[in-house]
């Protein structure tokens, strides 16, 4: 049996555990010879492969990235894509897939092996984590815990200046990292895209934290956009959900802020760092069972089925429940997390 | 309404978290008011009472330990001791009792709360994960976080002097800490109190490691125990499982291996550093998501009950159903794992 | 004897060491009294103040900011500054004043002690390494190493991308920070305001880079400017040097390079993290000998001095002499470094 | 011209770091070759060597240990060391040496480059910081960082827990970590080689700390002893000093702590975990330099000579200068320390 392995979409810290698991196990309980496609769907679709075996894998568990390489790349949008992927799949012998990855590369697995028979297994990453079905996804809370790091260290200036921080964390359409971030960051104001923003109400949080002689940290996700009534970049498109979408939220807000409150502002955008270096233990822990399963699923021939973490146990799902639509956070958890607020 | 809190048992980092947690919402929602408990059970016993309100919480967020002090005081040994506690309540005029801390501490709260009346919400700590009826505890994934990165760092020098690392971990009855740190960690062995271990095992491992040019990192948590062949220590008592209790199995069992195998071996004990200073951004969310629940159980007159996670969820479960068993690693779990030894 | 402390200018990991240390050390052995002034010469200024003894430094070693608070208030553009705090200082008893920061603060101090007898102790504070007469200044370690751990993340990100990621760091007349932390982070290009960059040979470095199969980090101070051929940001003003002083030089670097290589370029902006937070080590080693040697300059009558680093002694040296000239990158140093670059 | 270069002595994080700038600037700006030796000084005694290229630097840098391996290996102790070494340096055409290595490595250097000509040049390495003629050597900063990190870990389980907190660092005959990582981590009590403790007094310090309502640490270098009159342990041997010398000072104080206050103590010994792991910043600047450094040596046919900081500075000092004298704490350092014990 020839297993494939291939990693899509942006990086994750923890995409290498899942390689390494899985051919660790793959080569020593099952016999498996492993095939690594690279940069993703790019792989497959052009035969552009790389040998992958135990001492393949070796010493990759605490690197972030993937060995792999990875791409945007998309078959079901490319001319006879579809083809040539079961044609090169046939050539190389390669009877099982794993791909890893976030909606779009989990998209194209799940219509691979529904629509077209070939045999994907598949595992979700997603920095944001923001895929269905799975309590979380690995690699996230490395970004929480960069981005709580950062926050802590926020403080001290923002006290020692009695300014305002504004800190831009990830999260394009679901505020995960924003929310998990600013809570354990102590944020006094946490902005995400599911939840439109009331600027007025962010300065009266910003002033009454002031009144309390303490100095203001905001927490806004990429994604997040003020109420209509707040609308004042008219030359910016707008997004799927119909709002305003703002490049430089961060950069917006603290100038909204300085003009409204008087207050000195200041903008941090944590950007890439977020998404690299080492996984942390927990991504590590997560990563590395999500690639032991995934190996499970291939040697029970269950295509179709994506792994998932429920509570302390890994399950498996149809890839389709995972792309099916995106995790958000509830306005429950909103609400709860909001006492802290201002 | 007046609220009471106390912290008992071993240190641990969140802790800090819940009380902000539980006193940020109840003075802001539900305008109670609260009285610290100094030292655990030892507070309400001599009605030794600390002031908590909003001002008293401000900053702990980030800081371990508890700023209520513990202890393994237990009034339930104490001739008379519940009637003092009782009489205290009331004499200061508290309804309800937030009881954080792990099994003893927890224990003494359901037999107050059962038998007695007293109005006890329990929250789950302790930094071994053993905790029955809640998927994770506060204070572990940090502990598991120093682990991994003590484990990291020694992964170089046992390379460049082509030695045998035992790493010592905490966990006296359950093998949590020791399963995912050595597995976040890339341990080459991983020994747990569930399942006494095999030395001859072990040295096996340990040398097929070595054949691959690479020098093992052995993870043994503080509680693991030879099996009864390799009893050697006859002066040390049986523990509460019937095996032979170590002190120091870390030290001994370097001694085995370099007996055994021929190699050099070197143990280190990481200790109390595992329990201490900030929490990881996990233990922040789970703390404070326990503390806001817990209030509101006091809210609800839910008492008896324990807050606890139930994959991304907090619920409620009889306080009893948390110290009626311990929660030790499943024997599929840690053969789930063994891939990696050797 | 009375003692008053300030810290002006930019926050710094390290203040607070340097207060508590001189707080201890007078207090404990030569029995003076302390006055806190609260944002830097605001605080003499208008005689705010702040208790300043053994208790309230507890604790705040480990702690970012300063305790006092900071300004950039300078009272000789103030009329009748100077008269105002030599009236509050004589109001308040102080005999002694340590002024605690950078070019600016200290340029007072020095003015103050030199024209108008104003018992003052320097100590020197920039996070940027560019003060005069000390090997260096207590917050560079820390932003350095701040700097370094983001660049080890981003080499992830950029190997599984094969992008270029241009990572903007602090720095305005003075490249240390992006020196230091380019060569530890093992950067492929490092831009510092000293040497004007040549575009084209950036360009050069990123595409050599590439041809070995590897993805460049391009390290740039945010003073760092182009050469004047590469002038294209007409609207900018000349800065200090007389070159053209670019905001977002990171931001427009990766659109160049973009343009010019063909490659896909992401930039980081670093910005407060690097300020903030819990001081390294080395840094609080050293803010703690400068407070103890401060205090020391007070008890032996040595005003118009600041404590400086030479080697591992600290040394007095005319506060004038610290503030004279910036201290920049030695062209040596940076061709020496240059080994790495491409 | 070709090149070997070996690393000899404990492991300490900037090795690689030395190695990668020396064979960096070697190629790129001299055309050397080079020649790995294996484990310290048996690699040129036997012959035994590994590839070194420029390939085979790529990515080293953040790692810690040795890509050459390491051996306390003497080859003045072996009949014919020194004959075997000139033969197989001259039948691999190796006409220079770097050489870098501690106390032990470097005496044999100096004596084979002053007696026997060998073209040697020294890097000095010692994670103690025990070498006379440099201001510091790489691996201790880092090695400081680690320690200081555990005792800012320690502080919130001591205060929780009302305890004194022993953390036994590294240092055999000198105290520089304890010394560093103590002042760095605000230990009330430090504990060094060069000065015997008295017992009494550092209970008297421990006691004096919890009059104040806070619990101690104390931070004891390894080779600390106490003074003659608290000789308790009969069967251990005198060390170089003529001091007693324990294994496990640790372990030992906090038993008397406990003994003669009455108060419960803990001990953490951190072992090789403040040896492993990547470099910091500080430390991967210094190693790279010294590696650039000991390249220019070969290039000018400067043996004998090992390279050492000096302020801000690389200079080069005779090797035996280097090895003539232990490095040890100054008195009056320690005294300027003594403020804040107890």
Redesign the interface.
């Given at each position: 049996m020839k297993v494939g392995v291939l990693t899509g979409g942006?990086?994750c810290?923890g995409?290498n555990a899942v390689i390494r698991?899985a051919v660790?196990?793959g080569v020593?309980?099952y016999g498996y010879d492993f095939t690594g496609f690279r940069d993703g769907w790019r792989g497959p679709l052009e035969g552009d492969t790389v040998p992958l075996d135990i001492p393949a894998v070796?010493?990759i568990?605490?690197?972030?990235?993937?060995v792999l390489?990875?791409?945007r790349t998309n078959p079901l949008q490319q001319e006879g894509g579809i083809r040539r992927i079961k044609d090169n799949l046939a050539e190389l012998g390669v009877e099982a897939l794993i791909t890893i990855g976030g909606e779009d590369t989990l998209g194209v697995a799940a219509c691979l092996a529904q629509e077209y028979g070939v045999p994907c297994v598949g595992v979700p990453k997603t920095i944001d984590n923001d895929l269905s079905a799975t309590?979380?996804t690995f690699g996230f809370?490395t970004a929480?815990?960069?981005?709580?790091?950062?926050i802590?260290?926020?403080?001290?200036?923002a006290?020692?200046?009695?300014r305002v921080?504004v800190v831009e964390v990830m999260g394009r359409h679901a505020g995960w990292i924003a929310l998990?971030?600013g809570?354990?960051?102590?944020a006094n104001a946490i902005l995400i895209p599911e939840q439109p923003f009331d600027v007025e109400q962010v300065c009266g949080w910003v002033t009454s934290r002031f009144r309390a002689s303490?100095a203001p940290i905001v927490v806004v996700a990429e994604g997040a956009v003020p109420r209509d009534g707040d609308m004042v970049l008219k030359d910016e498109s707008l997004d799927s959900y119909g709002h305003v979408r703002l490049s430089g939220v961060g950069e917006w807000l603290a100038k909204q802020i300085e003009k409204r409150t008087g207050k000195e502002a200041?903008?941090?955008?944590?950007?890439?760092?977020q998404?690299?270096?080492?996984p942390?233990?927990?991504d590590?822990?997560l990563a590395?069972?999500f690639g032991?399963h995934a190996i499970d699923c291939v040697r029970d021939g269950d295509f179709g089925k994506m792994v998932a973490l429920?509570?302390?146990d890994i399950v498996r799902v149809p890839i389709a429940d995972a792309t099916a639509r995106l995790k958000t956070v509830d306005p429950a958890l909103y609400d709860?997390v909001g006492?802290?607020f201002g």
């Open positions: 942006g990086d810290p995409l698991a660790r196990k020593q309980e070796r010493g568990l605490p690197r972030g990235g993937t390489g990875s791409s309590d979380y809370d929480v815990g960069i981005a709580t790091e950062a802590d260290r926020l403080h001290t200036t006290e020692s200046h009695m921080l998990h971030s809570l354990a960051g102590g303490y200041r903008t941090t955008v944590l950007g890439h760092v998404r690299g270096g080492t942390s233990a927990f590590r822990w590395t069972r032991l429920r509570g302390t709860e006492v802290f």
